[in-house]
């Protein structure tokens, strides 16, 4: 085998275990809610470190586009953030002796996730969208309720159309991660985003939403009502906001 072609079938392979593993520490992170024991707060930790690992694949493949969001400089800082992210957060994992001797104990140090470091991510992400709103109005969905308000937010400036349907969600329960697409369960109900539609910067807002977080974004084309029953953003998106909840 050429030595090129076994580094590219291992990347896949690799590729492939990191998104198998991230699942496993998503399903494993849910059974440890509430305990706080070593053995859990490893899982969440390596949960977050995988997930930070596959939000910095996506940026690089689907870099053009991400340059196109916030520019050539905003990509190389978002992407020595993400480094930094990723490093803070194996730093925190417990004790290879507590993990291996103690993982039942509970742990008794505080867990840094990063935070300070997903304000300055979001920042860039953000920079884009600090011009002034324009005053057109617009509907919005809250709670299942069509409002209006005084401006739309988030029009996307790199496309030409505009993004007209605008949606406000409360967040019940965090997004789940599938291989395709993101799920976040709302009060309005489920609602699915196509990875073929969102960026990664917008994954990684999304996927960053709390319970009883407000989120707030416009549409190209209207959702649809799926088989599941999930409200079905099979379209492009502008960048969610956190917004203030009525």
């Not at 024991?37 to 390596?46: A, E, F, L, M, P």
């Not at 995988?50 to 400089?73: N, P, S, Y």
Request: aromatic share 10%.
């Amino acid at each position: 085998m050429k030595k090129s072609t076994y580094i590219i079938s291992l990347a896949i392979l690799l590729t492939g275990c990191n998104e198998i593993n991230y699942a496993k520490l998503s399903y494993q992170a849910k059974e440890c809610f509430a305990d706080n024991s070593v053995t859990c707060n490893d899982i969440r930790v390596q949960n977050a470190v995988v997930a930070t690992e596959l939000f910095r694949k996506q940026m690089m493949e689907e870099k053009q586009r991400t340059v196109d969001e916030i520019g050539e400089d905003g990509y190389q800082k978002l992407l020595l953030l993400v480094d930094q992210k990723i490093e803070h957060l194996k730093k925190q994992r417990p004790s290879f002796y507590l993990r291996w001797f103690q993982g039942d104990s509970r742990y008794y140090k505080d867990v840094d996730f990063g935070d300070h470091i997903d304000v300055e991510i979001e920042k860039i992400i953000n920079a884009k969208n600090a011009a002034p709103p324009s005053s057109t109005s617009a509907e919005l969905i809250q709670d299942g309720e069509p409002i209006h308000v005084a401006s739309e937010q988030n029009q996307a400036d790199h496309f030409s159309e505009k993004y007209e349907h605008s949606y406000t969600f409360t967040v019940v329960e965090p997004v789940v991660a599938g291989d395709y697409d993101l799920l976040l369960s709302t009060k309005t109900g489920p609602v699915k985003f196509d990875l073929q539609y969102t960026s990664g910067a917008q994954n990684f807002i999304l996927e960053k939403l709390k319970t009883g977080d407000c989120v707030h974004f416009s549409a190209k084309e209207m959702p649809v009502m799926n088989a599941e029953h999930q409200l079905y953003f099979e379209t492009y998106i502008t960048d969610p906001q956190i917004v203030q909840c009525d």
